[in-house]
């Protein structure tokens, strides 16, 4: 399993930006899918967004518009571009690999490798 390392958290007001970075210890252009996740106290965890290795992109529907997912394998980085914040997207934020060479969605049952998460607040 790869080592993941999130970083790029912080409190932000809301109507503001964050990019959140997450760094492999090892090459990520094998790994189909990517994604990020985030947990709110008291609530369960949640997927974000999701990409695959071909740039093919998914969000959940609360993020739509406002969020960004992108890789870039060189680097063996993920990114998360996250604007128009809102108090609700406050959360601990985790990026993680996917198991599977065909399937990236919202399970986290399906991720494998996580980061340790960075926390994200956004006041009102």
């Known amino acids: 399993q790869v080592q993941l390392v999130e970083s790029g958290g912080g409190s932000v007001q809301a109507g503001g930006s964050v990019r959140l970075a997450c760094a492999s210890s090892?090459?990520?252009?094998?790994?189909?899918?990517m994604g990020w996740f985030r947990q709110a106290p008291g609530k369960e965890r949640e997927g974000v967004a999701y990409?695959?290795?071909?740039?093919?992109?998914h969000y959940a529907e609360s993020v739509k518009g406002r969020f960004t997912i992108s890789r870039n394998d060189a680097k063996a980085t993920l990114y998360l571009q996250m604007s128009t914040l809102k108090p609700e997207d406050t959360a601990i934020y985790y990026c993680?690999?996917?198991?599977?060479?065909?399937?990236?969605?919202?399970?986290?049952?399906?991720?494998?490798?996580w980061g340790q998460g960075t926390q994200v607040t956004v006041s009102s």
């Open positions: 993680a690999t996917g198991r599977s060479q065909a399937i990236c969605n919202h399970d986290y049952r399906d991720y494998n490798s």
């Open positions: 090892s090459y990520i252009g094998s790994i189909y899918c």
């Open positions: 990409i695959t290795s071909g740039g093919t992109t």
